[in-house]
Nanobody, 123 residues
Framework: QVQLVESGGGLVRPGGSLRLSCAAS????????MRWDRQAPGKQRELVAV???????TYADSVKGRFTISRDNARNTVYLQMDSLRPEDTAVYYC?????????????????WGKGTLVNVSS
């Protein structure tokens, strides 16, 4: 069974930093694009950052220059380094990934989501 598990959220003061991690586990053949989305209270979920299997990155305008997405393919893990955090960054952050996995003798491609980790930026 494939799982994505996030960690690293918490309470931080404005201007501070946090590093989120997301580890994928299970019978994974390959991880394709990996991304972080977030959902603030009372708002719709939005894309934060994407990293392809070729390590190309894309960021939401609101986090450019402050957040950095990276991946460790050997560990099936994606990271989100968040610097210069602002109160408006407060949200539940969700890792999600497009991956190929093996079930029995058949390969499947599917998009998976983690359960999310809360980031609270407050003084």
């Amino acid at each position: 069974q494939v799982q994505l598990v996030e960690s690293g959220g918490g309470l931080v003061r404005p201007g501070g930093s946090l590093r989120l991690s997301c580890a994928a586990s299970g019978s994974i053949f390959s991880l394709n694009a990996m991304r972080w989305d977030r959902q603030a209270p009372g708002k719709q979920r939005e894309l934060v950052a994407v990293i392809t299997d070729g390590a190309s990155t894309t960021y939401a305008d609101s986090v450019k220059g402050r957040f950095t997405i990276s991946r460790d393919n050997a560990r099936n893990t994606v990271y989100l380094q968040m610097d210069s955090l602002r109160p408006e960054d407060t949200a539940v952050y969700y890792c999600n990934a497009d991956l190929t996995y093996l079930s029995g003798r058949v390969y499947y491609r599917k998009h998976y989501w983690g359960k999310g980790t809360l980031v609270n930026v407050s003084s």
